[in-house]
Antibody, heavy 119, light 112 residues
């Protein structure tokens, strides 16, 4: 059973960066395809990027390219999502989610991290 | 790019059956598997259907999924509705052309 535990809520000023962590247990990070999904208040789910097992690369949604970086520390089984040049529209709950069987099903999710961008 | 379009909301009475649609704007709905997620307020999403029509263990067989190439859409059907089914439901699929994942806008199910 995979468990994903995310870091706590953050408050950032416009223009700043935020880095959210996602600690994996039950599996090793190398066995999983990790993705990041965000949800603005009262809005739907939005895929930001994730690991593509077909070519072993991390791919980003076009909307976030140049502003988001997703990394992994396999020594601690922790994934990170850093979003820069924050604006108020980035206020959202950010989720890590895994596709443990590389089938396209995001079968395990973290609890979510609220990032608030406010001056 | 393609979009997945869902009705904003649906409502039905307990014990009845409801179907939520998810229409793909371009390309064939059969090209990539469709997943369905349930999200209750304040919680992370959970999978109720994967690979078009497969149910994860623990999901009741009241939940079923299908695709229809003629309407280029996927459907989530919930029978014998219970008040606990009240939640937001999202469809999701892979965009092979742009190498990314797409979510539908979500449907709020009210069981009243």
């Amino acid at each position: 059973q995979v468990q994903l535990v995310q870091s706590g809520a953050e408050v950032k000023k416009p223009g700043a960066s935020v880095k959210v962590s996602c600690k994996v247990s039950g599996y090793t990070l190398t066995e999983l395809s990790m993705h990041w999904v965000r949800q603005a208040p009262g809005k739907g789910l939005e895929w930001m990027g994730g690991f593509d097992p077909e070519d072993g690369e991390t791919i980003y949604a076009q909307k976030f390219q140049g502003r988001v970086t997703m990394t992994e520390d396999t020594s601690t089984d922790t994934a990170y999502m850093e979003l820069s040049s924050l604006r108020s529209e980035d206020t959202a709950v950010y989720y890590c989610a895994t596709d443990s069987s590389s089938s396209g099903d995001f079968d395990y999710w973290g609890q979510g991290t609220l990032v608030t961008v406010s001056s | 790019n393609f979009m997945l379009t869902q009705p904003h909301s649906v409502s039905e009475s307990p014990g009845k059956t409801v179907t939520i649609s998810c229409t793909r704007s371009s390309g064939s709905i059969a090209s990539n598997y469709v997943q369905w997620y349930q999200q209750r307020p304040g919680s992370a999403p959970t999978t109720v259907i994967y690979e078009d029509n497969q149910r994860p263990s623990g999901v009741p067989d009241r939940f079923s999924g299908s695709i229809d190439s003629s309407s280029n859409s996927a459907s989530l059907t919930i029978s014998g509705l219970k008040t606990e089914d009240e939640a937001d439901y999202y469809c999701q699929s892979y965009d092979s052309s742009n190498r990314g994942w797409v979510f539908g806008g979500g449907t709020k199910l009210t069981v009243l």
